[in-house]
């Protein structure tokens, strides 16, 4: 999004706060302020309703919207943002209470983070829950925090409602970042390598490589295919079995939008009926791919449901894991040999050209 964007959703936002139902604690409207008390009384019960968060700091925003149990990431192309990050920021906010009023002048604001988060600069972050008609459940400035070094003292925050100049310090646990990277969720899968027992690798321009375990659960992953291949390198075969061991993404985009050539298919077949399908392709020192699941069981069905669609960036060392040529699960030699501690390597002496006569020996002095 760009910065006329931000401006705008931030701009709309600020406007629309005049109409916006906002619960506020009873006892402040009747203009006494009791300290510890809740900022946003009722609100969980409100939360069912909830259908789009907004995060907007200068420069940044995020906007999760609502998919029956899940909630997605606009600038992220709807992909899951991380369940217990929304979980937290929600809970925060229905728990959090306002313990002291602060400054109401504009021009002090800033020093606590509480102005406005369109200006140049401002650290300030504008949270708003909406249900889905657009009004607002609850909205608020978000400040700087305030260290606390006491023991088992709760954490605070100076906080703002939008339409009010009066400032306020809160006592809670308030996480509401404005960068959409913040909340994706990167876990792609966390598969025990012992249960991985079978390979079958189809790389463009290569011959079949396929990989397996023999009966026994705890035997070592091995080639079988070509039979007549030299001794493999453990470490190598291993990597390929920790494919999906703690797997997570650096970026995701729609499959139709990842770019790169492909490099073929491989299969993974693991314990429990599940196979998984990977479809690497790269571009340049950037590998992407593409996963399906396969299975009758719910593993195999949350997996496909989750990977349905999108390409997974991951680091490039991961392309050896996910589809190797036989030639990189062969031991490596030596990029680099050093001469003083393997002779072999060093240069051969220079020897005189067979036409050249040999040095004349030194005169004797007179």
Do not use: C
Not at 66 to 95: F, K, M, P
Not at 142 to 165: F, H, K, M, W
Not at 167 to 186: H, K, T, Y
């Amino acid at each position: 999004m760009g910065r006329r964007g931000l401006l705008l959703l931030g701009g709309a936002a600020v406007a629309t706060l005049g109409g916006a139902y906002l619960l506020k604690p009873q006892n402040e409207a009747e203009g006494v302020f009791v300290p510890g008390t809740l900022a946003f009384p009722g609100l969980a019960a409100r939360l069912s309703e909830a259908r789009r968060i907004e995060l907007v700091r200068h420069g940044q925003a995020t906007t999760l919207l609502r998919d029956g149990d899940t909630w997605r990431i606009e600038q992220a192309s709807g992909y899951a943002a991380r369940g217990e990050r929304v979980h937290e920021l929600l809970a925060g906010l229905t728990e959090l209470r306002l313990v002291e009023e602060r400054t109401s002048d504009a021009g002090r604001q800033a020093a606590i983070g509480v102005d406005d988060p369109r200006n140049e600069g401002s650290t300030a972050t504008l949270l708003r829950v909406l249900d889905g008609q657009g009004t607002a459940i609850a909205e608020l400035v978000l400040g700087r925090r305030r260290v606390r070094t006491q023991g088992n003292v709760p954490e605070a925050i100076y906080v703002r409602r939008p339409s009010e100049q009066k400032s306020w310090l809160a006592e809670g646990r308030m996480v509401a970042d404005a960068d959409p990277q913040l909340w994706i969720n990167r876990d792609i899968a966390s598969l025990a390598p012992d249960r991985l027992r079978r390979v079958e690798i189809a790389r463009r321009g290569e011959s079949p490589l396929v990989l397996a375990r023999a009966g026994e659960v705890d035997a070592p992953l091995e080639i079988v295919t070509p039979e007549d291949h030299p001794v493999a390198d453990r470490t190598s075969l291993d990597e390929v079995g920790r494919a999906f061991d703690l797997l997570t993404l650096v970026e995701v985009r729609r499959a139709a939008e990842a770019p790169g050539e492909a490099l073929g298919e491989t299969r993974f077949a693991y314990t429990d009926g599940l196979t998984i399908i990977a479809s690497p392709q790269r571009e340049e020192q950037v590998l992407w791919v593409k996963l399906r699941a396969e299975g009758d069981s719910d593993e195999a069905k949350e997996f496909q449901a989750r990977w349905d669609g999108w390409a997974y960036q991951l680091g490039i060392w991961k392309e050896k894991a996910l589809i190797p040529r036989l030639e990189d699960l062969l031991p490596q030699a030596p990029a680099n040999s050093d001469p003083d501690v393997d002779p072999s390597a060093a240069p051969p002496a220079a020897e005189a050209p067979a036409n050249e006569a040999p040095a004349a020996a030194p005169a004797p002095s007179p």
